[in-house]
């Protein structure tokens, strides 16, 4: 994996356990020589990671709505800053630029961005690994929720294995790295549907 777009807040949470976090992980990519494609904001823990990976010499590439341009809120010392039309636009470059995706905490648009990434591949519109970063437990919910959708059979057991979670990045590359891709619904017969 030489790049992965790399989904994380906007906000800015009280407890600076997750910007530290998103520092670290930035400063960590950075030194591994992977780059880092993201949404191009410079508030939250998107700007935290965004300064941390360029800081410690590493790519990072932004790719961003015009409207979010406009609201001033785009980092404006990137590697390389894409504007966009749209969400849609944005969400088709992420999966273009980058070989893995990884969500860290984040609210309403970082799980957009996550159940695009999984629902993509599960339908086959790309191979690459979805990787959730649980640090201290903040997707426990979401994990068994995962866990849930399969007991109950909305999610095909081909599919299982799609979301990949570490609770350290090392932890989650790795499992990332030996990543195998699974059978998508574009490939599957109707009746197995
Ligand atoms: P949220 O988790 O709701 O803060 O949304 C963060 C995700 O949505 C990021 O990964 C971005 O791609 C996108 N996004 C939401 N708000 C912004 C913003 N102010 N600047 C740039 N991207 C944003």
């Known amino acids: 994996m030489k790049r992965l777009a ?14 530290e976090l998103a520092r670290e992980v930035g400063r960590m990519l950075a030194e591994r ?15 935290a990671i965004a300064d941390s990976a360029l800081a410690a010499g590493g790519e990072v590439i932004g790719v961003i709505p015009q409207a979010l341009v406009d609201a001033e809120v785009a980092h404006r010392g990137l590697s390389e800053l894409h ?17 893995g995706f990884v969500t860290l905490p984040g609210g309403t648009g970082t799980m957009d961005e996550l159940w695009e990434a999984l629902s993509w591949a599960q339908l086959g519109y790309h191979a690459d690994p979805v990787g959730l970063l649980n640090a201290r437990g903040y997707y426990d919910e979401l994990v068994a929720f995962w866990a849930k959708m399969g007991e ?18 090392e932890q989650l590359l790795d ?3 030996a990543h195998a891709p699974t059978q998508p619904i ?3 017969a109707a009746r197995d549907l």
């Open 33 to 47: 020589g992977v780059g880092v494609v993201y949404g191009g904001g410079r508030l939250g823990l998107m700007g």
């Open 175 to 177: 499992a990332m790295a």
């Open 83 to 99: 504007v966009v039309p749209g969400m849609h636009q944005r969400k088709q470059l992420f999966t273009d630029l980058a070989d």
């Open 186 to 188: 574009v490939r599957m």
């Open 6 to 19: 790399i989904y994380c807040g906007s906000a800015t949470p009280a407890d600076p356990f997750y910007l």
């Open 152 to 169: 109950v059979g909305f999610l095909r057991a081909q599919h299982r294995e799609l979301l990949i979670v570490g609770e350290t990045l």
